[in-house]
C-alpha cells in the first residue's frame, strides 16, 4: 500500500491535483514513499471529480496543489480532494499550497472591495480542512485568516544557500524591491552581512500590475544588487527596479523571488539587459515557454517534505526556520 505507516498508529499519504504533480513527487520521493493513486477527470461541462484508489482511512493526509493558472480550476480542484478525503475518514488533513491563492488580495484598499484571501481560508475550513501549510505567505496576516494551524514556511534558506555558493559578497547590496519587504530584505542584509537599499515605488490601486519607481534610499553605485521578493507576476515592478538600479550606478542586477507565477510579458520583461540572474523556486511550474538562459529555478521539495515530516511526527515545524525572517 502507497504511503509511510508507524504499525498500528500513524499513516501518512501524499495526495496531488494536477497543476504541478512533479513538485507532489518530488516531494514524495524525498519521504521515500509515492504520491497516492487517484482518478480524477475534468467533465466535459467543467466541472472536477476525484476518487482516490486506496483507503485513507485514519489516515493523516496531505493535499498539494500548486495555484498557477487557471487558478481558479486549481483552487475548486484542491477543495474537491479535500471534501473527497474527509468523507473517506482520513484522520487529519493539511492542505499543501506553496503559493497561497489569492494571498495579494489580503485587505480592502478600497471601498467595496473584497478580502478574497480570507475567503479562500474559510473555503478551506468548509471543505474539511485541519490544517495549512504555504510557503512565502505575500502577507503574514494571513497566517490569522485560517482558525487552525497555519505552517509558513521560508525558502529563504534554499534561496541564500545558492546566492552565497554563486555570488561574491564583496560588492554586494540587498536591495528591498518596496516598503512591504523591507523586513525580509533586512534579515537577508543581516544574514548575509552586505548592505541593504530600499526602492520607493507608487502603484495605482485602479490599475493592476503597474507601478513607477521614485527613488533608490540607499548607495548601489559599483555595486551588485540583489532584489530579494515573495513572488515575481508580470515582471514590471522588478524590471523598472532593474533599470533604476542601473541608472543609479549599479554593476549587476541579481533577482531573487521564491514563486515564479510569470505571467505574460514577464520572460520578455526579465530577459533583459538591466537583469543578470533571476533565481526562482519550483513552487509553481515553469513549462520551458516560461524559462530562459538566465533563469536558475532551484527545488522546493527538500524543504516542503521536512514541514510535512515534521507535521507528521509532532515535530517543531518553527526550528527548521529559526532566525530564517
Given at each position: 500500500?502507497?504511503?509511510?505507516?508507524?504499525?498500528?498508529?500513524?499513516?501518512?499519504?501524499?495526495?496531488?491535483?494536477?497543476?504541478?504533480?512533479?513538485l507532489?513527487?518530488?516531494?514524495?520521493?524525498?519521504?521515500?514513499?509515492?504520491?497516492?493513486?487517484?482518478?480524477?477527470?475534468?467533465?466535459?461541462?467543467?466541472?472536477?471529480?476525484?476518487?482516490?484508489?486506496?483507503?485513507?482511512?485514519?489516515?493523516?493526509?496531505?493535499?498539494?496543489?500548486?495555484?498557477?493558472?487557471?487558478?481558479n480550476?486549481?483552487?475548486?480542484?484542491?477543495?474537491?480532494?479535500?471534501?473527497?478525503?474527509?468523507?473517506?475518514?482520513?484522520?487529519?488533513?493539511?492542505?499543501?499550497s506553496?503559493?497561497?491563492?489569492?494571498?495579494?488580495?489580503?485587505?480592502?484598499?478600497?471601498?467595496?472591495?473584497?478580502?478574497?484571501?480570507?475567503?479562500?481560508?474559510?473555503?478551506?475550513?468548509?471543505?474539511?480542512?485541519?490544517?495549512?501549510?504555504?510557503?512565502d505567505?505575500?502577507?503574514?496576516?494571513?497566517?490569522?485568516?485560517?482558525?487552525?494551524?497555519?505552517?509558513?514556511?521560508?525558502?529563504?534558506?534554499?534561496?541564500m544557500?545558492?546566492?552565497?555558493?554563486?555570488?561574491?559578497?564583496?560588492?554586494?547590496?540587498?536591495?528591498?524591491?518596496?516598503?512591504?519587504?523591507?523586513?525580509?530584505?533586512d534579515?537577508?542584509?543581516?544574514?548575509?552581512?552586505?548592505?541593504?537599499?530600499?526602492?520607493?515605488?507608487?502603484?495605482?490601486?485602479?490599475?493592476?500590475?503597474?507601478?513607477?519607481?521614485?527613488?533608490?534610499?540607499?548607495?548601489?553605485?559599483?555595486?551588485?544588487?540583489?532584489?530579494?521578493?515573495?513572488?515575481?507576476?508580470?515582471?514590471?515592478?522588478?524590471?523598472?527596479?532593474?533599470?533604476?538600479?542601473?541608472?543609479?550606478?549599479?554593476?549587476?542586477?541579481?533577482?531573487?523571488?521564491?514563486?515564479?507565477?510569470?505571467?505574460?510579458?514577464?520572460v520578455?520583461?526579465?530577459?533583459?539587459?538591466?537583469?543578470?540572474?533571476?533565481?526562482?523556486?519550483?513552487?509553481?511550474?515553469?513549462?520551458?515557454?516560461?524559462?530562459?538562459?538566465?533563469?536558475?529555478?532551484?527545488?522546493?521539495?527538500?524543504?516542503?517534505a521536512?514541514?510535512?515530516?515534521?507535521?507528521?511526527?509532532?515535530?517543531?515545524?518553527?526550528?527548521?526556520?529559526?532566525?530564517?525572517?
Open positions: 500500500m502507497t504511503g509511510i505507516k508507524t504499525t498500528g498508529e500513524k499513516h501518512l499519504v501524499i495526495v496531488s491535483g494536477r497543476a504541478h504533480p512533479e507532489a513527487e518530488h516531494i514524495a520521493s524525498e519521504l521515500h514513499t509515492s504520491v497516492l493513486p487517484a482518478d480524477m477527470r475534468t467533465f466535459a461541462n467543467g466541472e472536477l471529480y476525484a476518487r482516490f484508489d486506496e483507503s485513507v482511512r485514519g489516515a493523516d493526509a496531505f493535499v498539494v496543489q500548486s495555484h498557477t493558472a487557471p487558478i480550476q486549481w483552487l475548486m480542484e484542491q477543495l474537491i480532494m479535500v471534501d473527497a478525503l474527509k468523507r473517506a475518514s482520513a484522520k487529519r488533513i493539511t492542505v499543501v506553496p503559493f497561497y491563492p489569492y494571498g495579494r488580495q489580503d485587505k480592502k484598499n478600497r471601498g467595496r472591495e473584497p478580502i478574497s484571501a480570507r475567503l479562500v481560508a474559510d473555503l478551506y475550513a468548509a471543505a474539511g480542512a485541519d490544517r495549512i501549510m504555504s510557503v505567505l505575500h502577507a503574514p496576516q494571513i497566517q490569522g485568516f485560517f482558525d487552525g494551524p497555519v505552517d509558513h514556511l521560508f525558502a529563504m534558506p534554499v534561496l544557500e545558492h546566492i552565497e555558493a554563486t555570488v561574491d559578497r564583496s560588492n554586494l547590496t540587498i536591495v528591498s524591491p518596496d516598503m512591504g519587504r523591507v523586513r525580509v530584505a534579515v537577508w542584509s543581516d544574514k548575509l552581512g552586505v548592505p541593504l537599499a530600499i526602492i520607493h515605488k507608487r502603484r495605482d490601486p485602479r490599475v493592476p500590475n503597474d507601478i513607477s519607481v521614485h527613488e533608490i534610499v540607499g548607495d548601489v553605485s559599483g555595486q551588485v544588487c540583489l532584489i530579494v521578493d515573495d513572488l515575481i507576476d508580470t515582471g514590471r515592478t522588478i524590471a523598472k527596479a532593474a533599470a533604476a538600479l542601473k541608472a543609479a550606478g549599479a554593476v549587476g542586477v541579481i533577482v531573487a523571488a521564491t514563486h515564479a507565477v510569470f505571467s505574460d510579458p514577464a520578455e520583461l526579465l530577459d533583459s539587459p538591466d537583469i543578470d540572474r533571476v533565481i526562482v523556486t519550483d513552487t509553481l511550474p515553469l513549462h520551458k515557454e516560461k524559462q530562459f538562459e538566465r533563469l536558475t529555478i532551484l527545488p522546493i521539495a527538500p524543504l516542503i521536512q514541514a510535512i515530516h515534521a507535521v507528521f511526527d509532532d515535530a517543531s515545524v518553527t526550528s527548521l526556520f529559526d532566525g530564517a525572517a
